[in-house]
């Protein structure tokens, strides 16, 4: 019998192997043991927030009640501070949702509002030496969908007036107005106004184009892509008419015009630097229009 296997056997070789695996399943026990155990705990330790009770979800501008909010438990960690308090319920009570909350919505501080916006709420903010004056105009030849409720336009003039009638009387001296003479006739060209603000535009159907605007972002998300993909809100949204916002004298100015033989406007973009584009402020509905549009 050749000893030398004998003695080449460890027999303490796999015991040290199921002493490591033995020790390696106690490591993992534990730490499962701690995970489990500290999840449990962050389970307990919870807040009371308010959230959207109603089946169908809030529309905007609809009154919170006991009716339509319910108190729910959530874990601290995952709170924040804009959230309502189930404590706070009272508080909440008769205000309004901003926009439209679906069921189990959480609800936000910054999504509740006191009163119901005012309708075309910028006339409650213009000034009060300011007129607003409509204006047809082409849609194709100015911008198209690129003129928006808050840009700054220029407006050029051209009317026809007798030969005989002094230049003079009927420009004012305006520098920048041009004569044009022809079969006894002249046309004039001039600029009515240098700059003036477009606050809203008005459509076919002489609705504004900024409150339809805000009454489909009171609908559900489904309702609004379906509301926004039919043929009559691309019709709604297509501009027929300017709403500007001028001085005294500009619309003065205007009105000489108006009772003149006036042959067409021209109407051009001024720079967007500084102002305050209104539907800049909806920028998810002017993509899903745009990507609408482009698939028509």
């Given amino acids: 019998m050749d000893l030398s296997t004998v003695k080449s056997v460890s027999p303490n070789k796999n015991l040290t192997k199921k002493l490591i695996a033995l020790g390696s399943s106690i490591v993992i026990i534990v730490i499962s043991f701690i995970i489990i155990s500290n999840a449990n705990k962050a389970a307990k330790d919870t807040i009371e927030v308010l959230r959207i009770k109603a089946e169908e979800g809030m529309p905007a501008f609809t009154v919170l009640t006991d009716k339509n909010i319910e108190k729910y438990n959530i874990i601290k960690?995952?709170?924040?501070?804009?959230?309502?308090?189930?404590?706070?319920?009272?508080?909440?009570?008769?205000?309004?949702?901003?926009?439209?909350?679906?069921?189990?919505?959480?609800?936000?501080?910054?999504?509740?509002?006191?009163?119901?916006?005012?309708?075309?709420?910028?006339?409650?903010?213009?000034?009060?030496?300011?007129?607003?004056?409509?204006?047809?105009?082409?849609?194709?030849?100015?911008?198209?969908?690129?003129?928006?409720?808050?840009?700054?336009?220029?407006?050029?003039?051209?009317?026809?007036?007798?030969?005989?009638?002094?230049?003079?009387?009927?420009?004012s001296d305006n520098p920048n107005a041009m004569v044009v003479q022809s079969r006894g006739q002249r046309t004039v060209t001039e600029v009515l106004f240098d700059s003036i603000i477009v606050m809203d535009m008005l459509n076919s159907n002489s609705h504004s184009i900024y409150e339809v605007y805000k009454e489909v972002m009171k609908l559900s998300e489904d309702k609004k892509q379906e509301v926004m993909k039919s043929d009559q809100f691309l019709k709604s949204i297509q501009p027929r008419s300017l709403l500007l916002a001028g001085s005294?004298?500009?619309?003065?100015?205007?009105?000489?015009?108006k009772s003149a033989d006036t042959k067409a406007f021209l109407i051009t973009i001024l720079s967007r630097a500084e102002r305050d584009v209104v539907l800049d402020q909806l920028p998810t509905l002017e993509k899903e229009v745009e990507s609408w549009l482009d698939k028509k």
């Fill in 248 to 257: 005294r004298e500009q619309i003065s100015n205007y009105a000489k015009f």
């Fill in 77 to 171: 960690k995952e709170y924040t501070d804009d959230m309502v308090l189930a404590k706070d319920i009272t508080t909440v009570y008769n205000k309004l949702t901003r926009h439209y909350m679906r069921k189990s919505s959480i609800i936000y501080k910054d999504q509740l509002l006191d009163e119901k916006p005012q309708k075309n709420e910028w006339l409650y903010n213009l000034n009060k030496e300011h007129e607003v004056l409509t204006i047809p105009y082409n849609y194709l030849e100015c911008g198209g969908d690129v003129l928006l409720p808050g840009d700054a336009v220029r407006i050029r003039v051209s009317y026809e007036i007798d030969d005989e009638t002094p230049i003079s009387s009927i420009t």
